[in-house]
Nanobody
Framework: VQLQASGGGLVQAGGSLRLSCVGS????????VGWLRQAPGKEREFQAS????????IYADTVKGRFTISRDNAKNTVYLQLNSLKSEDTGVYYC?????????????????WGQGTLVTVSS
């Protein structure tokens, strides 16, 4: 499975972006997908995750009410809508897929990783 993340960019605080993660392979729709952010000089940090059917989602406390994760299995795509962005949201956003199919908050659970897309929020 290969994952391709896109949609990052430069945005002002308070603005919005929509990230996309396109997965290759026929089994992608059976995988849970997560988004994790790595800020400069910091560890990778969980942001959101969605189960394979899309029926279950979880979010980091810092993004609840601002970010929304969703998926379109017909398009092999998972989205992360980022609203009300803050400067502390800046970082490289990675999408990752887990064969387990269930939502997960820890990096070690994920089996496949995309290359990341950079989000920069200016204050």
């Amino acid at each position: 499975v290969q994952l391709q993340a896109s949609g990052g960019g430069l945005v002002q605080a308070g603005g919005s972006l929509r990230l996309s993660c396109v997965g290759s392979g026929r089994n992608f729709s059976t995988y849970a997908v997560g988004w994790l952010r790595q800020a400069p000089g910091k560890e990778r940090e969980f942001q959101a995750s969605i189960s394979w059917k899309g029926s279950t989602t979880i979010y980091a406390d810092t993004v609840k009410g601002r970010f929304t994760i969703s998926r379109d299995n017909a398009k092999n795509t998972v989205y992360l809508q980022l609203n009300s962005l803050k400067s502390e949201d800046t970082g490289v956003y990675y999408c990752a897929a887990s064969r387990g199919g269930l939502v997960a908050t820890t990096s070690r659970v994920y089996d496949y990783w995309g290359q990341g897309t950079l989000v920069t929020v200016s204050s």
